[in-house]
C-alpha cells in the first residue's frame, strides 16, 4: 500500500515563506515525477510545480523565482520551498507522485490528501 503524507502547511503572513514536505511510503521501485498542485476555493486543481528523478523542474508562471520545488530520492520525498507567499496563494495544496512498483512501464497516479496554506494579507 503506497501512501503520500504531506506536512508544512499554515497560516502566514503575506511575504512570508513555508516549506511542505511530501513522503511516499509503501512499495516502491521508482517515483517519476513527483510534484505539488494546488486547489483555491472555488477553482480548478492546478499544477504548482513537478520535479523529475533527474532533477528537470517545472512551476507555474504564477510561482515561478518564489516557489522553488526539490526532493530526495533516497527517502522518496518531494519538498516546496514558498517565499514571498501572496494571498493569492491560499490553497489546499495536494502532493502528486507516479509510482512504480517494479521494472514494468506502468506507473501508478498517488495523491496526497492535501495540507491548508493560509497567506494573510
Known amino acids: 500500500q503506497v501512501q503520500l503524507v504531506e506536512s508544512g502547511g499554515g497560516l502566514v503572513q503575506a511575504g512570508g515563506s513555508l516549506r511542505l514536505s511530501c513522503a511516499a511510503s509503501?512499495?516502491?521501485?521508482?517515483?517519476?515525477?513527483m510534484a505539488w498542485y494546488r486547489q483555491a476555493p472555488g477553482k480548478q486543481r492546478e499544477l504548482v510545480a513537478a520535479i523529475t528523478s533527474g532533477g528537470t523542474t517545472n512551476y507555474a508562471d504564477s510561482v515561478k523565482g518564489r516557489f522553488t520545488i526539490s526532493r530526495d530520492n533516497a527517502k522518496n520525498t518531494v519538498y516546496l520551498q514558498m517565499n514571498s507567499l501572496k494571498p493569492e496563494d491560499t490553497a489546499v495544496y495536494y502532493c502528486y507522485a507516479e509510482i512504480y512498483s517494479d521494472y514494468g512501464p506502468y506507473g501508478l497516479d498517488y495523491w496526497g490528501k492535501g495540507t491548508l496554506v493560509t497567506v494573510s494579507s
Open positions: 509503501g512499495t516502491i521501485f521508482s517515483i517519476d515525477p
